[in-house]
């Protein structure tokens, strides 16, 4: 398998508490949320399910794996996301958000920019040396800075148990037509924030 595939059991399900957070970045920077996808979304389907309280016309949701739906109003197609056409070609979508595999994090990405609406966005859960430069990297940031980044604390945990992996983490936001605004006034900048959510505690054994 290559480095850059992601196995079939390569999931990770984010906090619902954290998934919320991220929610909330989307209807920050979405000027509006009809439509919505979260690729590689897993068995629980975290940033749709907070979806579901807004008045959406459309949640959707893709992964390699053979996934079912936690509500009837969520369509979950499986297929790949990078290959072939899961999604569908001319699909667009005013949110996608995501906690994509991490080698893969920039091609998720780069599609998922490709994807937006006019006016829409997407949030990605990385690992911060996501934003690290290197040579497979590099002509990826020089294209898609993203508009807005919001450094996560507590540091999460996606194994259920508590413990984390050591790595700091953000969520990345992507909106291109306030990139395009923020060029007509002079200059791409990148803001950044500070995302405090409420982690749970770790269960006490008897």
């Known amino acids: 398998m ?6 079939t059991n390569d999931n ?11 929610w909330k970045l ?37 992964d390699v794996r053979d996934v079912k739906a936690v509500d009837d109003r969520i369509v979950v197609l499986q297929g790949d996301f990078l290959e072939g056409d899961p999604i569908g070609r001319y699909e667009s ?5 995501a906690n994509p595999p991490f080698v893969q994090a920039a091609e998720f990405a780069q599609k998922s920019i490709s994807l937006l609406s006019d006016l829409g966005c997407a949030v990605f859960l990385c690992r911060q040396s996501f934003h690290t430069r290197t040579k497979t990297r590099d002509e990826f940031w020089e294209d898609n800075p993203p508009i807005h980044v919001s450094t996560i604390s507590p540091r999460p945990s996606f194994t ?7 790595a700091e ?11 395009r605004s923020r060029m007509a006034c002079g200059g791409m900048y990148t803001t950044l924030g500070w995302t405090a959510w409420d982690k749970p505690k770790r269960s006490m054994q008897a």
Not at 43 to 60: I, M, T, Y
């Open 12 to 22: 990770y399900p984010t906090p619902a508490n954290l998934a919320l957070e991220g």
């Open 26 to 62: 989307a209807q920050q920077y979405s000027f509006r949320q009809d439509k919505i996808l979260e690729p590689g979304c897993g068995d629980n389907q975290p940033f749709l399910v907070h979806a579901l309280g807004e008045k959406c016309r459309s949640w959707r949701g893709c």
């Open 2 to 7: 290559s480095k850059k595939q992601r196995h």
């Open 169 to 179: 983490y953000a969520f990345y936001v992507w909106a291109p037509w306030i990139a």
């Open 93 to 97: 979508f005013d949110v996608i958000i």
């Open 160 to 166: 259920g148990d508590g413990k984390t992996d050591g």
